[in-house]
C-alpha cells in the first residue's frame, strides 16, 4: 500500500450489465445500478467492459463511436462521480483512437468528477472457439502499450481489462509497482468463462496477496454474443467473498486493506521473486550433434 493509504475497510460494488448496440440505452441501464450501489453505500462503484456498446459490426460499430473529448457517456460518467461523491470505475469504453482504430479504456473518475487514470487494454482477444465463435478483437481495436497504476484512498490500484487476466506477468509487475486492489472489468464469453473465470480470477489475487474486482458482462446480448456473468470480488488469500448471477444487478463487498499487508506478510512470495534465464536444449551444440547424427 502507499505510504498516504488509509486502512479503513471500504464498500466496493460491481455493476454487472447486459449491454447492448446502442449507448444511449446502455447509459440508462449503468447510470440506475450506479445510483443503486450509491445508496447502498458505496465508496468504490465499477461497471464492465465495453460498458457503453457492445457491437461486432464494424461499419456500425464505428458510426457510433466518438473520441474520448467527445464521448457523451464519459461525460455523464463524470457528471454522476461528482454528483455521487464516488470513486466511479467505469470498466471501459469503446472510443475512436483514429479513423481506422478503437480504444478498449478503462476510466478512474474522482468524486470531484475529474479522470484519475485511464488505460487500454493491452491484450487483444482474437481467438476462434470449438462451438464456432471468432473473434477479432484486434480487427477493431488498437491494443495498449503501458501498465497503469492510480492511487486510491485506501491503497494502490492496478488497471486490467479482461482477456489481460491470462497474462499473469502484468499483475504480477502491477503488485510489484505496489497494487492491493486490482480491477480486471470483463466480458467473458459463456464458453471460456465457464471453464476458467473463477480459477484465473482466485489465481492472479493468490499469485499476488491482493483483491481482485471484476465486473462482468452477463447474458445474450442484442448482437447474440453471450457473456458468463458472475462478477467476482476475491480477497487477497483467494476466497471468493462475493459473486454475481448471470442477470444484470449490483454486488457488493467490504475490502479490508488491512488483509492485503496480513496475507503479504505470511507467504512473501512478492518479495521472494527472482530473475533468471531459460535454458533452451534445441540450442545447445551438443544437442545439435545429437539431431543432427540422427538423421
Not at 460494488?13 to 447510470?31: C, E, I, S, Y
Not at 454528483?83 to 482504430?101: C, N, T, Y
Not at 491484450?123 to 465463435?133: A, K, P, R, V
Not at 497503469?148 to 491503497?155: C, N, R, S, Y
Amino acid at each position: 500500500m502507499t505510504e498516504t493509504a488509509s486502512v479503513t475497510p471500504f464498500k466496493a460494488v460491481l455493476v454487472q450489465l447486459r449491454t447492448g448496440l446502442l449507448p444511449a440505452d446502455n447509459l440508462v441501464q449503468a447510470t440506475q445500478l450506479i445510483r443503486e450501489a450509491a445508496a447502498q453505500g458505496a465508496q468504490y462503484i465499477q461497471t464492465p467492459e465495453v460498458t457503453n456498446v457492445m457491437q461486432e459490426n464494424r461499419k456500425a460499430l464505428f458510426d457510433l463511436l466518438a473520441s474520448e473529448s467527445d464521448d457523451i457517456s464519459l461525460k455523464a460518467y463524470q457528471a454522476l462521480a461528482a454528483e455521487l461523491k464516488v470513486h466511479l470505475h467505469i470498466g471501459s469504453l469503446a472510443l475512436k483512437a483514429s479513423p481506422e482504430r478503437a480504444a478498449n479504456r478503462s476510466f478512474l473518475i474522482a468524486p470531484s468528477g475529474d479522470i484519475l487514470a485511464s488505460y487500454d487494454k493491452i491484450h487483444m482477444f482474437d481467438i476462434d472457439l470449438e462451438n464456432g465463435e471468432s473473434y477479432r478483437e484486434s480487427a477493431n481495436y488498437q491494443p495498449g502499450e503501458t501498465a497503469v497504476l492510480t492511487d486510491l484512498p485506501w491503497g494502490r490500484l492496478g488497471l486490467a481489462i479482461c482477456y489481460d487476466l491470462r497474462f499473469p506477468a502484468l499483475f504480477r509487475a502491477l503488485a510489484e509497482a505496489g497494487a492491493s486492489f486490482i480491477s480486471v472489468p470483463s466480458a467473458f464469453t459463456q464458453k471460456t468463462g465457464e471453464a476458467h473465470w473463477h480459477a484465473l480470477l482466485r489465481a492472479r489475487a493468490i499469485e499476488n496477496g491482493c483483491y481482485i474486482l471484476a465486473a462482468a458482462q452477463g447474458g445474450v446480448h442484442q448482437n447474440k454474443r453471450e457473456t458468463f456473468g458472475h462478477s467476482l470480488i476475491v480477497d487477497p488469500w483467494g476466497t471468493v467473498i462475493a459473486e454475481g448471477g448471470t442477470e444484470p444487478g449490483i454486488v457488493t463487498a467490504e475490502i479490508d486493506p488491512a488483509k492485503v499487508v496480513a496475507v503479504r506478510k505470511s507467504i512473501p512470495s512478492l518479495q521472494h521473486g527472482r530473475r533468471f534465464s531459460v535454458r533452451d536444449p534445441s540450442q545447445h551444440p551438443d544437442y545439435l550433434r545429437a539431431v543432427r547424427g540422427s538423421s
